[in-house]
Antibody, heavy 116, light 108 residues
């Protein structure tokens, strides 16, 4: 059974850092691009970053470029998002997603709250 | 960058109604467009890809059409489980991969 399970969300102060993880199972992880997509409370979907199945190339939304780093460990079937210099506007549910686009499968999301 | 718009932002419908949602791209994306459905508190679900191809398991009352810059998602007869928010996403260009702002379909 296909699963994407995010972890690592929580409350962090502005300017702080956080690392999200996503554990994949039930499909051949190395066959797929992977993405992070976020949704601020009461708002729409915002694409954050994607990474190819080999780890390169990678791309980011302008809002997070230079602050966020997407990576993957194919041996561990895991996707990561290292977030630094966090701002209040980064507060959102962060979804791990299978694919660049279209996204065929989504995790349940992990909430990141940036607040003092 | 390609930008996506959707109309209307909110749509009220009754069970059995035919519903049409429009998505527009700021430049041609051929048919590289996907539609997603999201219910409150849940992750989105892929409905349609390549503008008109139905994802496995999605009921046939959902259909997509369009090419270039104008696209539509149609629900031929809205069912109770279809009240949700719908998003389009372009993927002709992977840099970036924007979603439309969403269309909420609620009960009249």
């Amino acid at each position: 059974q296909m699963q994407l399970v995010e972890s690592g969300g929580g409350l962090v102060k502005p300017g702080g850092s956080l690392r999200l993880s996503c554990a994949a199972s039930g499909f051949r992880f190395t066959d797929y691009y992977m993405s992070w997509i976020r949704q601020a409370p009461g708002k729409g979907l915002e694409w954050v970053a994607y990474i190819t199945n080999t780890g390169s190339p990678i791309d980011y939304a302008d809002d997070v470029k230079g602050r966020f780093t997407i990576s993957r460990d194919n041996a561990k079937k895991s996707l990561y998002l290292q977030m630094s210099s966090l701002r209040a506007e980064d507060t959102a549910v962060y979804y791990c997603a299978r694919g660049g686009a279209p996204v065929g499968y989504w995790g349940h999301g992990t909430l990141v709250t940036v607040s003092s | 960058d390609v930008q996506m718009t959707q109309s209307p932002s909110t749509l009220s419908a009754s069970v059995g109604d035919r519903v049409t949602i429009t998505c527009r791209a700021s430049q041609s994306i051929d048919t590289w467009l996907a539609w997603y459905q999201q219910k409150p508190g849940k992750a989105p679900k892929l409905l349609i890809y390549k503008a008109s191809s139905l994802e496995n398991g999605v009921p046939s009352r959902f259909s997509g059409s369009g090419s270039g810059t104008a696209f539509t998602l149609t629900i031929s007869s809205v069912q109770p489980g279809d009240f949700a928010t719908y998003y389009c996403q372009q993927y002709k260009s992977y840099s970036p991969l924007p979603f439309g702002p969403g269309t909420k379909v609620d009960i009249k």
